[in-house]
T-cell receptor
Framework: EAAVTQSPRNKVTVTGGNVTLSCRQTNSHNYMYWYRQDTGHGLRLIHYSYGAGNLQIGDVPDGYKATRTTQEDFFLLLELASPSQTSLYFC????????????FGAGTRLSVL | QQKVQQSPESLIVPEGAMTSLNCTFSDSASQYFAWYRQHSGKAPKALMS????GEKEEGRFTIHLNKASLHFSLHIRDSQPSDSALYLCAVGQGGRALIFGTGTTVSVSP
């Protein structure tokens, strides 16, 4: 099964702080995604990428930047964190894009105080 | 923008009963329909998916898709306590990432 590793697993920061969430997949998938999960909202798409150097805007991108440095690595950046960004963040990868199975990492729980 | 909605928000079913979950979507051009399951404290994991109108069965799980009605469903036969989880439907349309519904929490009581 596809392996997707997220780090850190838990993160606490203060309002206005900088945070970088990391994601690495080792299955040579072209597609990678960042979602956030909040009670009552399901999974909401932040950013996604078709390959190294590519970035696509998702449905809730405000306050987030992302960068895909290699086929394996996808980073989510919060440059001025706000309490509204307190959430559970999932990274996922897929071989065939929007019509294929997504493989999720274990998630990063972020708290912005 | 695609809207994906699930019903009910939560349900409790007795062990051995049928569990039925619903998902509606707004874009008739949608091409791919999937269900994911997320156990408490874990990552979502794909259950099954369908492209064409009709029914698809895998073990105790069955998907029904009716594109004209903008609706698909998941049915779990002989529900087990291990089926207790959050169920997420997802819809794909060409050129975009999967859009997920808000989820249905299922509790199977022994």
């Amino acid at each position: 099964e596809a392996a997707v590793t997220q780090s850190p697993r838990n993160k606490v920061t203060v309002t206005g702080g900088n945070v970088t969430l990391s994601c690495r997949q080792t299955n040579s998938h072209n597609y990678m995604y960042w979602y956030r999960q909040d009670t009552g909202h399901g999974l909401r798409l932040i950013h996604y990428s078709y390959g190294a150097g590519n970035l696509q805007i998702g449905d809730v991108p405000d306050g987030y930047k992302a960068t895909r440095t290699t086929q394996e690595d996808f980073f989510l950046l919060l440059e001025l964190a706000s309490p509204s960004q307190t959430s559970l963040y999932f990274c996922a990868s897929s071989e065939t894009g929007e019509e294929g199975t997504l493989y999720f990492g274990a998630g990063t729980r972020l708290s912005v105080l | 923008q695609q809207k994906v909605q699930q019903s009910p928000e939560s349900l409790i079913v007795p062990e051995g009963a049928m569990t039925s979950l619903n998902c509606t979507f707004s874009d008739s051009a949608s091409q791919y329909f999937a269900w994911y399951r997320q156990h408490s404290g874990k990552a979502p994991k794909a259950l099954m998916s369908i492209f064409s109108n009709g029914e698809k069965e895998e073990g105790r799980f069955t998907i029904h898709l009716n594109k004209a009605s903008l609706h698909f469903s998941l049915h779990i036969r002989d529900s087990q306590p291990s089926d207790s989880a959050l169920y997420l439907c997802a819809v794909g349309q060409g050129g975009r990432a999967l859009i997920f519904g808000t989820g249905t929490t299922v509790s199977v009581s022994p």
